[in-house]
């Protein structure tokens, strides 16, 4: 009796292995998968002019909310333009420099630093200085890699008025899957800098 139950225990497992490897042998061969990334479905651009009540205005997207900086170090017309649904913001920091050269110096010196801050992951930093339709002078910096800042821009008056913009993101993900929102915001930023106007 025990010798026909380890008789039929053997072709019971021999059966159900070739069953298995049949099985195995009849599944279609394993691709992997390319690497994707999350669809972003990003709306036309629109805009809306900065409520008065700052030494400066610009437009900025309709998307966007405009934020008080709330960091220790703010000063009174320093500003976040966040756009909730992108998890990107683009931090403004404006300083009145009245005709003090040492300070406007200190200024251009700072912000020269912040975008270099940046060249241990980036893999390129591109300046371009321009005139803006306003008649202002512009110093745009867009950097490339895993850095935190993609695209940044600084503009004065050289007497009294020192503005700069920096687009930060509140997310993890790679650069690589940020791409379209960041050419997004990028596109916002050169209306914002287009339509700045220092207010006398």
Same mark, same amino acid.
């Given at each position: 009796m025990l010798?026909?139950? !380890?008789a039929?225990g053997?072709v019971?497992?021999?059966l159900?292995?070739?069953?298995?490897?049949?099985?195995?042998?009849?599944?279609? #061969?394993?691709t992997?998968?390319?690497?994707?990334? %999350?669809r972003?479905?990003?709306p036309?651009?629109?805009?809306?002019?900065?409520?008065?009540?700052?030494?400066?205005?610009?437009?900025?997207?309709?998307?966007?909310?405009?934020?008080?900086?709330s960091s220790?170090l703010a000063?009174? #017309?320093w500003? %976040?333009?966040?756009?909730?649904? !992108?998890?990107?913001?683009?931090?403004?920091?404006?300083? %009145?420099?009245?005709r003090?050269?040492k300070?406007?110096?200190k200024?251009?010196?700072?912000a020269?630093?912040?975008?270099?801050?940046?060249?241990?992951?980036?893999?390129?930093?591109?300046?371009?200085?321009?005139?803006?339709?306003?008649?202002?002078?512009?110093?745009?910096?867009?950097l490339?890699?895993?850095v935190?800042?993609?695209?940044?821009?600084?503009t004065?008056?050289?007497?009294k008025?020192?503005?700069?913009?920096?687009?930060?993101?509140?997310?993890a993900? #790679?650069?690589?899957?940020l791409?379209?929102?960041?050419e997004?915001?990028k596109?916002?930023?050169?209306?914002?800098?287009?339509?700045?106007?220092?207010?006398?």
């Amino acid at each position: 009796m025990l010798k026909k139950m !380890l008789a039929f225990g053997k072709v019971g497992m021999a059966l159900a292995l070739g069953a298995g490897m049949a099985a195995c042998s009849a599944a279609p #061969d394993f691709t992997p998968k390319p690497k994707g990334y %999350n669809r972003i479905d990003l709306p036309a651009h629109a805009y809306r002019t900065l409520a008065p009540g700052r030494p400066y205005s610009f437009e900025y997207s309709k998307y966007a909310k405009v934020l008080r900086d709330s960091s220790y170090l703010a000063q009174p #017309d320093w500003l %976040n333009v966040y756009y909730p649904q !992108l998890h990107a913001n683009v931090q403004i920091t404006y300083t %009145n420099v009245v005709r003090d050269r040492k300070l406007y110096n200190k200024m251009m010196e700072d912000a020269r630093k912040l975008t270099g801050k940046h060249q241990i992951k980036a893999t390129s930093i591109e300046e371009k200085i321009l005139r803006t339709p306003n008649g202002l002078r512009a110093s745009v910096f867009e950097l490339e890699g895993e850095v935190p800042s993609q695209f940044q821009f600084y503009t004065t008056d050289s007497t009294k008025h020192f503005f700069r913009a920096a687009l930060y993101f509140r997310t993890a993900t #790679d650069n690589d899957s940020l791409a379209p929102v960041i050419e997004y915001v990028k596109y916002d930023m050169v209306k914002m800098l287009n339509s700045l106007k220092y207010n006398k």
